[in-house]
């Protein structure tokens, strides 16, 4: 892999990982379409670590209360935000479990254009459809239910089909839910931590024992690039979602599937 081919994967990741159009569906589509060889797994494991960077950071507040919650139990709030934390965890159980059983048929089979391509059309109808019954007021993330936080979690799995877009299906159910835009975004942001962390680190250490050879560099450099561009795409879209809805990029999500099967 090339510098260039590290950063602009990196820019593609930090970009696609939170806006609901497919971190893993297009890191699979745009070496295809620039005629590189698709890059391994751990690459774009570590490029989530890069992302789940960018979220600690840019949710700074809600993550420093969780822990805070647990550090000092008895501080007024502490109770919400705990309970939050656990339920975030729990919430993640199920996609953990499923990938590891699933592992070898979604690091094979599936990474292929057509799954991506009919992955973005479906789920792209589905966004589109709860976004039109989403919640306008803004409600705080820690009044979401641990009903709400269970079933969103459960979601991910979902996620584990390329093209799907974790935060897309994550964001999804919370409008069907009833959360608001906003929050059911924050609420995704957050519950990214730990199956991103898991995959990561389970990716990482596939590096550190050997069985997985990458140079060094453009793991450097598409860290970086995913971190940075990732900080920035978070910071805009809870800014976007203050005013707009996710129906514009539910019917990108269509054409870009459509536009797949086309080309073809």
Avoid: C, N
């Amino acid at each position: 892999m090339t510098m260039f081919q590290a950063l602009t994967l990196g820019i593609v990741q930090g970009i696609t990982e939170f806006l609901p159009i497919s971190s893993s569906g297009f890191l699979i589509l745009v070496p295809e379409a620039l005629g590189w060889p698709v890059q391994d797994l751990a690459f774009d494991a570590f490029m989530h670590l890069a992302t789940l960077t960018a979220v600690i950071v840019a949710l700074w507040s809600e993550v420093a209360a969780i822990v805070g919650a647990f550090r000092a139990p008895r501080q007024e709030g502490s109770g919400r935000w705990r309970r939050l934390g656990v339920w975030i965890v729990l919430s993640t159980i199920p996609v953990l479990v499923i990938g590891y059983a699933l592992k070898d048929v979604i690091e094979g089979p599936l990474r292929s254009t057509e799954v991506v391509a009919w992955s973005f059309i479906i789920w792209g109808t589905v966004l589109y459809l709860a976004d039109r019954r989403a919640k306008r007021p803004k409600d705080a993330v820690t009044s979401v239910s641990p009903k709400q936080m269970f079933l969103v979690g459960l979601s991910q799995a979902i996620a584990l089909i390329p093209g799907t877009s974790r935060s897309g299906i994550t964001i999804t159910s919370g409008l069907f839910l009833g959360l608001s835009r906003e929050t059911a975004a924050r609420f995704s942001f957050l519950l990214a931590l730990p199956a991103t962390a898991a995959a990561g680190l389970y990716k990482l250490l596939a590096i550190l024992d050997g069985s997985v050879v990458i140079a060094i560099q453009p793991l450097v450099v598409g860290f970086l690039a995913a971190f940075f561009t990732a900080l920035l795409t978070i910071k805009l879209l809870l800014a976007f979602l203050k005013r707009y809805s996710f129906s514009e990029v539910a019917v990108f999500r269509v054409l870009v599937g459509f536009l797949i099967l086309l080309l073809g």
